[in-house]
């Protein structure tokens, strides 16, 4: 069982740029996709950004494509979303998962990932 933890949440003001993190422990990362979701006080969790196995492919919301970034340094076993030009409306905590099953795509649904992080908290102030 893999465990992620994730770092580097915080307060911002809107149109700056945060970097989070999500290290693993337990598992190798390398082989598996990952993902990156939020949920904001109220709402269901909602995909934000996904990265298949390879790093060759990435998958992202509407709402944040073109200002945030997924990427992974398989050397550190750890996964980033940097995430640039910052809303008030991303406003969430976000949650770094994995897939299960190795040399997966990039997936969307929370169903496409089976290990989850504690979360991390994102406020963006207007």
């Known amino acids: 069982q893999v465990q992620l933890v994730e770092s580097g949440g915080g307060l911002v003001q809107a149109g700056g740029s945060l970097r989070l993190s999500c290290a693993a422990s337990?598992?190798?990362?390398?082989?598996?996709?990952m993902g990156w979701f939020r949920q904001a006080p109220g709402k269901e969790r909602e995909f934000v950004a996904a990265?298949?196995?390879?790093?060759?492919?990435?998958n992202y919301a509407d709402s944040v494509k073109g200002r945030f970034t997924i990427s992974r340094d398989n050397a550190k076993n750890t996964v980033y979303l940097q995430m640039d030009s910052l809303k008030p409306e991303d406003t969430a905590v976000y949650y770094c998962?994995?897939?299960?099953?190795?040399?997966?795509?990039?997936?969307?649904?929370?169903?496409?990932?089976?290990?989850w992080g504690q979360g991390t908290q994102v406020t963006v102030s207007s």
């Open positions: 337990g598992r190798t990362l390398s082989r598996y996709a």
């Open positions: 998962a994995a897939d299960e099953t190795p040399w997966g795509t990039a997936g969307r649904a929370p169903s496409d990932f089976g290990s």
């Open positions: 990265l298949n196995w390879s790093g060759f492919k990435t």
